[in-house]
C-alpha cells in the first residue's frame, strides 16, 4: 500500500463549476496536511494546510479532514483556467517528513 | 536572494560520471529536504536535514547517492557513477523545523539529464 493515494486523473471540470480532489494516506501517526500546487515546469508551492478534523476555508479553496478515515480532500469553487495545474496531497508524518502522493492533474475547461 | 537557491539549474552528464547537486535554504530555515521527480510523476522523497543531521536518509536510491549539509545551511546532494535512471529534477526545499511545520519553500530544481 503507498503511504498517500491520490487519483492521477486527468480531472477535467468546466469553468465555473466545483473540483473535488481526493486523498488516502497510510500513516495514522501524521498530524498534519497540506495541499501543493504545481504548474507544469515549476516547482510545488502550498496552498492550503489543515490539521483538525472537519472543514477549513480559504477563499475559493476548502480542505476537508477525517483522521479516523484516514482521509483529506481539496475542493476548488468556481474553478478558473488558471487552476489547471497537478495537486499533490502531503501529509506531515509521524517520522517528521512530508511524503506526497503522485498528485492529480485538474484541467479547467474554459 | 530570499529564496530557495539550486544550482546548476540544467546539468547533462555521461554515464558513469559523478554530479554535484547544491541548493541553498532559506536564512534561518533549519530543515532541509531533497526530492526526485522524474517526468510526469510525483515527488519521490530523497533525504531530510535538521540542522547539520540527518534523521531520515531511507529515500536514497542507492548507496551512490549521498548528501551532507554543512554550517546548518548549504546542502549537497551527490550522485556517483551516475545511471540513466537517475535523469530527473532533483528539487531541494526548506522549513522552519518546526514540528509537524509541513510548510516547505521549494527551489526551481536541478535537472540532470545522463546520457
Known amino acids: 500500500q503507498k503511504e498517500v493515494e491520490q487519483n492521477s486523473g486527468p480531472l477535467s471540470v468546466p469553468e465555473g463549476a466545483i473540483a473535488s480532489l481526493n486523498c488516502t494516506y497510510s500513516?495514522?501517526?501524521?498530524?498534519?496536511f497540506f495541499w501543493y500546487r504545481q504548474y507544469s515546469g515549476k516547482s510545488p508551492e502550498l496552498i492550503m494546510s489543515?490539521?483538525?478534523?472537519g472543514d477549513k476555508e480559504d477563499g475559493r479553496f476548502t480542505a476537508q479532514l477525517n483522521k479516523a478515515s484516514q482521509y483529506v480532500s481539496l475542493l476548488i469553487r468556481d474553478s478558473q483556467p488558471s487552476d489547471s495545474a497537478t495537486y499533490l496531497c502531503?501529509?506531515?508524518?509521524?517520522?517528521?517528513?512530508?511524503?506526497f502522493g503522485q498528485g492529480t492533474r485538474l484541467t479547467i475547461n474554459p | 536572494g530570499a529564496g530557495v537557491s539550486q544550482s546548476p539549474s540544467n546539468k547533462v552528464t555521461e554515464k558513469g560520471k559523478d554530479v554535484e547537486l547544491r541548493c541553498d535554504p532559506i536564512?534561518?530555515?533549519?530543515?532541509l529536504y531533497w526530492y526526485r521527480q522524474s517526468l510526469g510523476q510525483g515527488l519521490e522523497f530523497l533525504i531530510y536535514?535538521?540542522?547539520?543531521?540527518?534523521?531520515?536518509k531511507s529515500g536514497l536510491p542507492s548507496d551512490r547517492f549521498s548528501a551532507e549539509r554543512t554550517g546548518g545551511s548549504v546542502s549537497t546532494l551527490t550522485i556517483q557513477r551516475t545511471q540513466q535512471e537517475d535523469s530527473a529534477v532533483y528539487l531541494c526545499?526548506?522549513?522552519?523545523?518546526?514540528?509537524?511545520?509541513?510548510?516547505?519553500?521549494f527551489g526551481e530544481g536541478s535537472r540532470l539529464t545522463v546520457l
Open positions: 500513516d495514522r501517526g501524521s498530524q498534519s
Open positions: 502531503a501529509p506531515f508524518g509521524g517520522a517528521q517528513k512530508l511524503v
Open positions: 489543515i490539521y483538525s478534523n
Open positions: 526545499a526548506s522549513s522552519s523545523g518546526l514540528p509537524n511545520t509541513g510548510e516547505l519553500f
Open positions: 536535514f535538521q540542522g547539520n543531521s540527518a534523521p531520515d
Open positions: 536564512s534561518g530555515h533549519t530543515a
